[in-house]
């Protein structure tokens, strides 16, 4: 099966989507002729017309990863995700050793130094962006009173 | 002269200690990031943008910071092209062409001076063409109603769907992507929400800086595992580095007109740095063709046209999106993104209404090509030395800058969250062949164009004839047709 015409699939059912649920919005008054309806619908129409090209005429795939990448790339997802939860929660510099020594590791870095430069790379970059550029920094539990 | 007024203004801003501070700074990062391999402008911006916008600086300092960013990186592109046979971006390719072979001669040096002098001339060249252009085009565009507004971003769309890329259809359903994504949020005429979901955080719209950052960056760290795996790099000696009159006098006509077809292509919206080195080099070629020609070798001719050209297009395409408010690439779309979180819309009366940040900017531009030459020709050790940073040291900032940036925007872990699920859509559309700008230029252009659409209805009272009336409009018109039929008239030609 070719990845552009399961993309493109997608991308049709996408369409009928949002044109069904523009075509149902609820607008209580309108003053202009076109009024919030017309764009996306317009749009969608545009976008079902391209998805029904790539279907009859797809290319050929070019993606051909094996397992050894797929697993790289699906596990750099999920530690994204972690950091996204761990971010507020357990704050900026837990989360930025673990995630960042881990991540260092993917890239090929023994674990000592890798951990040694994300938690060098934590604290360094705390400090820079929470009290030299004031940006908001989540501090975490640990650190809460600092 | 009112041009030299402004210009003046325009100085006088530039040269506030704060602003050379942040255009030197601009320059130096962006020469940092566009030297590393496979981080280009587009990155660059993108990763940064959401840190100028929450450090609080005023706009045109945003402004000057990120604009020094994007051609700071044009420089450094050319220094991974050179010596690494690796482009940081599409614009960058042009260069491995002649670069590469020079580099491996050991005159890695010698193509680093003198790319770094045609990049030079291409920028100024192209600064003082804005220059002169700049107010003919506002002045012309301040007669442009909705339907010329309409027809303008229909023939930019047209442009980037022909020229870019090797499917049109998939540049017009990336296009239709983002213009998608703008209709999330509060409908501004109405009131009513649309395809929000329910999900509070997305009622004042999908936030563009999430969007840009989760695309670019978060697929940027997806495609540096996928290809960290495949291979490691190997740099080639620099060389002795020099700048050689000769060299530079052999080479006097091909940066001018590769400057004047950069910057022609540059203003063209939506065809940015890629196509205008292409362009460049075959025109190069071709007038070389039975004179010790020896492109594609290693030949000085070869390496200064697509490097004059792809720095005179990113200052070219500063000029649409500074006087119309179209961008002319995918990195002055995000610009353009961020003048709007300023509440800036750029436009025909922002050189008249607000002077600082336009001629504010085109005069930091020229500070900072100035600087950037000077960084680029006794500095040009330490940026090399830098290439040689690994990706293990280099992933983990890009990831923790990338969090930082889009969390501190408004403090929640949901645009993280809602990030990492675009990272995962733009990674899919990298690898089926799709290319991410058409959808940036969409998001931005999205609310212009629906806005100028229903006031256009508005005016008619519902009749779409109003669309085609008047002379600008018929020319737009025209001009998107020719965009359309052009390049494939032109092929047949050829052949």
Known sequence: ?146 | MDVLHYLSIGFSVAFTPLNLGLVLAGCFFGTLIGSLPGIGPINGVAILLPLAYSIGLPPESALILLAGVYYGAEYGGRISSILLNVPGDAGAIMTTLDGYPMAKRGEGGRALALSAVSSFFGSIGALILMVIFAPLLSRLAIEFGPSEYVWLMIFAFTCLATMVGKRPIKTIVGVVIGLLLATVGIDSGTGILRFTMGIPNLFDGVDFLVVVIGMFAISEVLILLESWARNDLKMTPVGKSFVSLSDMLAVKWVVLRSTLSGFLIGVLPGTGASIASAVAYGTEKRFAEGHNEHFGEGDIRGLAAPEAANNASAAGSMLPMLTLGIPGSGTTAILLGALLMFNITPGPLLFEQQPEIAWGLIASMFIGNIALLIMNLPLIGLFVRLLSIKQAYLVPIIVMLTFVGIYSIHGDSFDLFFMIVLGIFAFILRKLGFSLAPVILGLVLGEVLEENLRRALSISGGDWSILLNGTMTYILATATVAALVAPKLIKKFKT
């Open chain 1, 1 to 146: 099966m070719l990845y552009d015409r399961i993309f493109a699939g997608a991308l049709l059912v996408l369409s009928g989507l949002t044109a069904w649920t523009a075509y149902h919005f609820d607008v209580p008054f309108q003053y202009e002729p076109l009024g919030p309806k017309a764009f996306p619908i317009i749009l969608s129409i545009v976008l079902a017309i391209c998805s029904v090209r790539l279907i009859v005429k797809p290319d050929a795939n070019a993606w051909l990863p094996n397992k050894e990448i797929l697993i790289k790339i699906v596990s750099g997802l999920v530690l994204m995700v972690v950091y996204a939860f761990l971010f507020e929660e357990v704050g900026f510099i837990v989360a930025t050793t673990i995630v960042g020594a881990i991540f260092s590791w993917l890239f090929g870095e023994k674990p000592l130094k890798s951990f040694l430069y994300a938690l060098a790379l934590s604290l360094v970059s705390y400090y820079l962006l929470a009290d030299l550029m004031e940006l908001n920094v989540p501090t975490g539990l640990l650190f809460g009173d600092l």
